[in-house]
């Protein structure tokens, strides 16, 4: 019985991953307004096919290998916990927040779109079933975001992550961070509450939080962990 219990958490556990994954992908292609794009996983080099289609709330889930990516190796990203702060920090994706613990990743991916190509990079610490903490980070084509379109771009980024989770933006405000604009939103899907936030640093996109039920993750600790990203 123990282990029958313990093998339905693990699946619970990469349904979460893979359903955080599709709504990345989802949002990104939707904001690129692409109808299908191929994309290759750097990690281990297959190709697949993805097709955006933003009015269909079935996740699509993306391989295995795409949520348990093999470790790279390039030494660039620390993963190891800060004593004071538990700080996870990558000089390639110029970034720091608090993970309560090392995260899984990256996974990279690059997707060719009408707009141009697009690199995605992932993380995510999977506290449990019921929750999940993570950050995505992508970079745009140079000109895909203006100072005339940011802020629509992240209300649509917004939204369509929210869609494909099942869910829509509750709750949402807007952001300033070293003066680059963002946004927070929040939502709900059944037990789980979504709270995310974003911000266009250039034209690298940035969005992380947590997926929970509140039990797992308390919107005090959620709000802590977000509260914690910096821009290096």
Known sequence: MHIFALLNKTQKRKKMKKLIYAAMVTALLGVASCYQTTTNNKPNGKETEVTDNNTDNNVQPAPDNNVQPAPDNNKKDNKKEDKDNNSFKSEEG???????????????????????TIDNVQYVYTKSDK?????????????????DNVEATLKTQAESFMKKMGSKVEKSSSERLDGNKGLS?????????????SFFVGKRYYQFGT??????????????????FKIK
């Open 185 to 197: 939103f929040s939502g709900k899907r059944d037990n789980l509450v979504i709270n995310m936030r």
């Open 211 to 228: 997926i929970a039920e509140e039990s797992e993750i308390p919107t005090k600790e959620s709000n802590k962990f977000i509260d914690s």
């Open 131 to 147: 929750g999940s903490y993570f950050l995505s980070y992508s970079d745009y084509p140079a000109g895909a975001v203006t100072d």
């Open 94 to 116: 110029r970034f720091s927040i608090n993970f309560p613990m090392p995260p899984a990743g990256p996974t990279k991916n690059t997707y060719t779109t009408k707009a141009g």
